[in-house]
Nanobody
Framework: QVQLVESGGGLVQAGGSLRLSCAASGRTFNNYAMGWFRQAPGKEREFVARISRSGGTTYYANSVKGRFTISRDNAKNTVNLQMNSLKPEDTAVYYC??????????????????WGQGTQVTVSS
Protein backbone atom coordinates (compact mmCIF):
# COMPACT_ATOMS: atom_id res chain seq x y z
CA GLN A 1 0.00 0.00 0.00
CA VAL A 2 0.91 3.64 -0.42
CA GLN A 3 -0.12 6.46 1.88
CA LEU A 4 -0.11 9.96 0.42
CA VAL A 5 -0.07 13.29 2.25
CA GLU A 6 -0.38 16.59 0.38
CA SER A 7 0.87 19.96 1.56
CA GLY A 8 1.49 23.45 0.25
CA GLY A 9 -2.00 24.68 -0.43
CA GLY A 10 -3.17 28.15 0.54
CA LEU A 11 -4.57 31.48 -0.58
CA VAL A 12 -2.88 33.35 -3.43
CA GLN A 13 -3.79 36.24 -5.68
CA ALA A 14 -4.43 35.71 -9.36
CA GLY A 15 -1.16 35.62 -11.27
CA GLY A 16 0.70 34.20 -8.31
CA SER A 17 2.35 30.85 -7.72
CA LEU A 18 2.09 27.91 -5.34
CA ARG A 19 4.01 24.67 -5.03
CA LEU A 20 2.18 21.60 -3.84
CA SER A 21 3.99 18.58 -2.48
CA CYS A 22 2.86 15.03 -1.89
CA ALA A 23 4.82 12.75 0.41
CA ALA A 24 4.42 9.01 -0.08
CA SER A 25 5.06 6.26 2.43
CA GLY A 26 6.47 2.87 1.55
CA ARG A 27 9.50 1.56 -0.25
CA THR A 28 7.88 1.08 -3.65
CA PHE A 29 7.18 4.67 -4.60
CA ASN A 30 8.95 4.33 -7.94
CA ASN A 31 6.61 1.47 -8.87
CA TYR A 32 3.80 3.99 -9.27
CA ALA A 33 2.96 6.60 -11.82
CA MET A 34 1.68 9.65 -9.97
CA GLY A 35 -1.03 12.14 -10.73
CA TRP A 36 -2.61 15.33 -9.48
CA PHE A 37 -6.36 15.92 -9.61
CA ARG A 38 -8.54 18.75 -8.37
CA GLN A 39 -12.12 19.20 -7.33
CA ALA A 40 -13.95 22.51 -7.16
CA PRO A 41 -17.18 22.91 -5.18
CA GLY A 42 -20.10 21.34 -7.01
CA LYS A 43 -17.90 19.88 -9.72
CA GLU A 44 -16.46 16.51 -10.57
CA ARG A 45 -12.88 15.66 -9.66
CA GLU A 46 -10.76 16.38 -12.71
CA PHE A 47 -7.34 15.37 -13.94
CA VAL A 48 -4.54 17.95 -13.75
CA ALA A 49 -1.21 16.24 -14.42
CA ARG A 50 0.52 12.87 -14.49
CA ILE A 51 4.15 11.76 -14.27
CA SER A 52 5.67 8.41 -15.12
CA ARG A 53 7.50 6.16 -12.69
CA SER A 54 10.90 7.47 -13.69
CA GLY A 55 9.75 11.06 -14.06
CA GLY A 56 10.74 11.11 -17.70
CA THR A 57 7.24 11.49 -19.12
CA THR A 58 4.59 13.97 -18.11
CA TYR A 59 1.05 14.68 -19.24
CA TYR A 60 -1.15 17.70 -18.55
CA ALA A 61 -4.73 18.79 -18.84
CA ASN A 62 -5.11 21.47 -21.49
CA SER A 63 -6.37 23.90 -18.87
CA VAL A 64 -3.03 23.90 -17.02
CA LYS A 65 -0.54 23.20 -19.80
CA GLY A 66 2.23 25.80 -19.83
CA ARG A 67 1.39 27.00 -16.31
CA PHE A 68 1.78 23.91 -14.12
CA THR A 69 4.75 21.55 -13.86
CA ILE A 70 4.69 18.12 -12.25
CA SER A 71 7.92 16.58 -10.97
CA ARG A 72 9.02 13.79 -8.65
CA ASP A 73 11.97 12.82 -6.51
CA ASN A 74 12.07 9.05 -6.10
CA ALA A 75 14.88 9.26 -3.54
CA LYS A 76 12.63 11.38 -1.30
CA ASN A 77 9.32 9.70 -2.19
CA THR A 78 7.77 12.99 -3.20
CA VAL A 79 5.81 14.37 -6.14
CA ASN A 80 5.37 18.10 -6.64
CA LEU A 81 3.11 20.40 -8.60
CA GLN A 82 4.49 23.84 -9.36
CA MET A 83 1.60 26.13 -10.23
CA ASN A 84 2.32 29.48 -11.90
CA SER A 85 0.09 32.19 -13.36
CA LEU A 86 -2.75 31.01 -11.17
CA LYS A 87 -6.31 31.94 -12.07
CA PRO A 88 -9.46 32.07 -9.93
CA GLU A 89 -10.76 29.04 -11.84
CA ASP A 90 -7.83 27.03 -10.43
CA THR A 91 -9.48 27.23 -7.01
CA ALA A 92 -10.13 23.69 -5.80
CA VAL A 93 -9.03 20.96 -3.44
CA TYR A 94 -5.98 19.32 -5.01
CA TYR A 95 -5.31 15.61 -4.57
CA CYS A 96 -2.32 13.49 -5.43
CA UNK A 97 -2.86 9.91 -6.47
CA UNK A 98 -0.82 6.79 -7.25
CA UNK A 99 -1.38 4.43 -10.18
CA UNK A 100 0.18 0.95 -10.37
CA UNK A 101 -0.40 0.89 -14.12
CA UNK A 102 2.39 2.66 -16.00
CA UNK A 103 0.63 3.17 -19.31
CA UNK A 104 0.70 6.66 -20.74
CA UNK A 105 -2.23 9.01 -20.57
CA UNK A 106 -4.28 7.51 -17.79
CA UNK A 107 -6.41 10.41 -16.62
CA UNK A 108 -9.59 8.90 -15.24
CA UNK A 109 -10.22 9.02 -11.53
CA UNK A 110 -10.84 5.28 -11.45
CA UNK A 111 -7.41 4.60 -12.98
CA UNK A 112 -5.70 5.49 -9.70
CA UNK A 113 -5.33 3.17 -6.74
CA UNK A 114 -4.37 5.40 -3.82
CA TRP A 115 -5.32 8.96 -2.89
CA GLY A 116 -4.25 11.63 -0.47
CA GLN A 117 -6.62 13.65 1.68
CA GLY A 118 -6.31 16.81 -0.42
CA THR A 119 -5.07 20.35 0.09
CA GLN A 120 -7.08 23.51 -0.56
CA VAL A 121 -5.91 26.04 -3.14
CA THR A 122 -7.78 29.33 -3.32
CA VAL A 123 -6.98 31.95 -5.96
CA SER A 124 -8.48 35.38 -5.40
CA SER A 125 -9.22 37.78 -8.23
Amino acid sequence: QVQLVESGGGLVQAGGSLRLSCAASGRTFNNYAMGWFRQAPGKEREFVARISRSGGTTYYANSVKGRFTISRDNAKNTVNLQMNSLKPEDTAVYYCAADRDSRYGRIQRNDYDYWGQGTQVTVSS
